[in-house]
């Protein structure tokens, strides 16, 4: 059982930044990583200086430096590419399943 004097915190919730936001956090993060000289602590320095959630920071900058190449993954580019052609395959098996049993009904 806890304690009556455990902090308690309000739930998560969701909240939308604007890209101007995101990209301006990344930018802190990138420029004091280059000032300090190491990435230590500056993901959580900047989001609580902007009041956003460390873990959405911290994702925004592996993003970054992946658009970038510096770092391994699928790039934003490729992430709505891969959406769109998922999106279009699935409107072709949909399409393709009416032809199928549009053939067997009039054959």
Do not use: C
């Not at 052609?85 to 054959?107: S, T």
């Amino acid at each position: 059982m806890g304690s009556m004097d455990a902090e308690v915190r309000p739930a998560a919730t969701s909240r939308r930044y604007s890209k101007e936001q995101k990209d301006h956090a990344v930018r802190m993060v990138l420029t004091l990583r280059e000032e300090l000289g190491s990435a230590a602590g500056t993901v959580t320095r900047v989001a609580r200086q902007l009041g956003y959630g460390e873990e959405s920071v911290r994702r925004w900058v592996a993003q970054a430096e992946i658009d970038a190449g510096a770092r391994p993954g699928v790039t934003s580019a490729e992430s709505v590419e891969l959406r769109r052609l998922r999106q279009e395959n699935r409107e072709l098996r949909r399409a393709n399943e009416i032809l199928q049993r549009a053939a067997i009904f009039f054959g």
